[in-house]
């Protein structure tokens, strides 16, 4: 069974533009979350959906960034415009049930560095 | 703010011997508590995990305990082995959302 992957694995860009990561969850994964870690720090929580639904994305920086998951399968996470603090490691992962106690299966992440 | 703490950024240890990782939490609520290990360019897989209701729980070489009431918890490793090498995160669950640590990166020395 494939796991969670991401895409891009390494994205550079320029202070401004705006770039698109994809998470694909573990397949009938309903709850899908997006983290984020920056310079080696925590990683922080960003956003949980339960398929389409956002469920919870209280730990969005800022309206710069946009999650959706169009139709409960992958989510896309978009920084518009980006900022030198975005830059870090974007993780996405998937469990089955949900909850705190539900284990959740990572992807590799995408390193973001904006320039 | 962090509810999460690990203390100790960096931690060396012989192949044979016992690591003994630890992580510190402020929020009394936590009712569930999770190590997950992290390779370098992989994301986080998961190791362990205890329920607070609990004060140990056993996996092969790897145990965890919990204090709750000095809201503390380590992870042991024994023998450690140069395949442990990696990032430990420990991370805290309350109702869905999950919080973790900042990591603590274990070097087996064979």
């Known amino acids: 069974e494939a796991g969670v992957t991401q895409f891009p694995s390494h994205s550079v860009i320029e202070k401004g533009q705006t770039v698109t990561l994809r998470c694909d969850p573990i397949?009938?994964?309903?709850?899908l979350y997006w983290y984020r870690r920056v310079m080696g720090k925590e990683i922080k929580f960003l956003l949980h959906f339960v398929k389409e639904s956002k469920q919870d994305e209280s730990g969005m920086p800022n309206n710069r960034f946009l999650a959706e998951r169009t139709g409960g399968t992958y989510s896309t996470l978009k920084v518009q415009p980006a900022e030198l603090e975005d830059s870090g490691v974007y993780f996405c992962?998937?469990?089955?049930?949900?909850?705190?106690?539900?284990?959740?299966?990572f992807g590799p992440g995408t390193r973001l560095t904006v320039l | 703010d962090q509810q999460v703490k690990q203390n100790s950024p960096s931690l060396s240890v012989q192949e044979g011997r016992i690591s003994i990782l630890n992580c510190d939490y402020t929020n009394s609520m936590f009712d569930y508590f999770l190590w997950y290990k992290k390779y370098p360019a992989e994301g986080p897989t998961f190791l362990i995990s205890i329920s607070s209701i609990k004060d140990k729980n056993e996996d092969g070489r790897f145990t965890v305990f919990l204090n709750k009431s000095a809201k503390h918890l380590s992870l042991h490793i024994v023998p450690s082995q140069p395949g442990d090498s990696a990032v430990y995160f420990c991370a805290a669950a309350l109702y869905d959302k999950v919080i973790f640590g900042p990591g603590t990166s274990l070097s087996v020395i064979p």
């Open positions: 992962a998937s469990s089955l049930v949900g909850g705190g106690t539900d284990t959740q299966y």
């Open positions: 397949s009938g994964h309903d709850n």
